[in-house]
């Protein structure tokens, strides 16, 4: 078998573990148990761990669920360099040796079966570059996973005949704000005039869907790899680094009050209002992500002050926890949804019934932001003794 294992890569800044990791391992774990069990196979989960002194890593990986790590340890893989990352990643996966000391192949093992990513701001980098390099196809943003067989006809993939393709892994995303789902497949070209294989199938992950499964129980084999760079490959040095604290602290309000692209019908008058409600709830204000891409023509102060990604809460943005969460015109996508599902109470504000957010909220009110935040922030006001 030219292609096995499923490999994911195991994030982590400089030694402490990104959740996504231990996510990500939990639902390899479960996919590589039930495909062993489907097809009758003994395929295995291997962490593959760059970093610096990042030993301490690969048990934590093994008791979330690898079979086997692949660790390379450099001072310079200290911090994530996104071609060196590619070229080491690359080198290990494609590296029968190093795979074979780690887990079983088989004598024609060329490349993984599957690859997992965080879909997080470098996995989802790193992920494109890799594949890029292993030549194969990558799913972005995935958040539900099944292995199947299944039989394709196409035009060009299989030159209009039925064609037979086994242990495809369907990877599932969110699109159309969430009121889809988009199959992705990661497929050969079985059509002779341009027949080619595509391996790994391979995914970045959404943090925050799959569940850690952590077994301390579990054993392991871990495996070094000792990384080798030409002079280019260092053409990239980090002198200093410095974390900069957001400018806007989402994180440390009680009350968040968000709003996304139902403020379209009148833009500037609809934040003013949102900025009302926000002052009388003591709130932060958050946006959904299509409202820091500036859509509507607003002042130039309020386009600085709200339209920016400092204040975007979900996948590409942050992840808060307030005691109150309000979603103004917000449909409830599954990328935002990840950034506020743990907030302790949620208000939405809507005139769709149907929209996604109101299967997240303890409080849903069907109606337009026009009508119903005059109402809110009088009620507000008067329960505060019109302060
Ligand atoms: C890779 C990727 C990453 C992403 N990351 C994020 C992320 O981190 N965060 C994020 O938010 N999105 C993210 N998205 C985008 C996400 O998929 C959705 O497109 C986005 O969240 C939708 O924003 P929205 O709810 O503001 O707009 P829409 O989906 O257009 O919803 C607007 C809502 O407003 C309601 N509405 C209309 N008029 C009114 C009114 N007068 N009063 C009140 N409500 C009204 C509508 O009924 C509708 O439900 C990502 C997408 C991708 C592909």
Not at 205 to 215: K, L, M
Request: net charge neutral; aromatic share 8%; glycine share 6%.
């Amino acid at each position: 078998m030219k292609y096995q294992h499923l490999f994911v890569h195991f994030e982590h800044d400089d030694g402490n573990p990104a959740n996504v990791s231990f996510e990500m391992l939990g639902e390899a774990r479960r996919l590589m148990d039930d495909f062993n069990r489907k097809y009758s196979l003994n395929e295995k989960v291997i962490a593959i761990i760059l970093g610096h002194n990042t030993k301490p890593l690969c048990e934590k990986a093994i008791h979330a669920g690898a079979d086997a790590v692949i660790f390379a340890d450099h001072p310079e893989l200290r911090y994530p360099k996104i071609m060196l990352d590619t070229k080491v990643i690359c080198s290990i996966v494609r590296d029968r040796k190093t795979v074979a000391k780690a887990v079983e192949v088989s004598e024609d093992y060329e490349k993984p079966r599957y690859m997992f990513f965080g879909a997080d701001a470098i996995g989802r980098h790193l992920s494109s570059t890799v594949l890029a390099e292993l030549e194969s196809g990558l799913a972005s943003d995935v958040n539900k996973l099944v292995v199947d067989d299944v039989i394709i006809t196409h035009e060009h993939k299989t030159k209009g005949k039925p064609e037979k393709y086994e242990k495809i892994s369907f990877m599932y995303r969110p699109d159309f704000s969430g009121f889809l789902w988009t199959q992705i497949l990661c497929l050969d070209n079985k059509n002779p005039e341009i027949a080619s294989e595509f391996s790994p199938q391979a995914c970045s992950i959404i943090p925050g869907v799959f569940q850690p499964v952590i077994d301390k129980s579990r054993k392991g084999n871990i495996v070094e790899y000792e990384p080798t760079f030409a002079g280019k490959d260092l053409r990239i040095r980090i002198t200093k680094r410095e974390i900069i604290k957001s400018e806007v602290p989402l994180e440390d309000y009680n009350v968040v009050v968000a709003f996304g692209r139902g403020i379209k019908d009148a833009p500037e008058s609809n934040i003013k209002l949102i900025e009302q409600f926000a002052k009388v709830l003591n709130a932060e204000v958050a946006i959904s992500l299509p409202l820091s891409k500036q859509p509507y023509p607003v002042s130039q102060s309020i386009k600085s002050t709200y339209f920016i990604p400092a204040r975007v809460v979900g996948t590409s943005g942050k992840k808060i926890k307030p005691k109150l969460y309000v979603a103004i015109g917000i449909s409830g996508a599954a990328q935002h949804i990840i950034g506020m599902k743990e907030s302790e109470f949620v208000v939405s504000i809507n005139p769709d019934p149907d929209a996604p957010i109101k299967d997240e909220s303890d409080v849903y009110i069907q109606g337009r932001m026009e009508d119903v935040l005059p109402a809110l922030i009088d009620s507000v006001k008067k329960l505060k003794g019109g302060k």
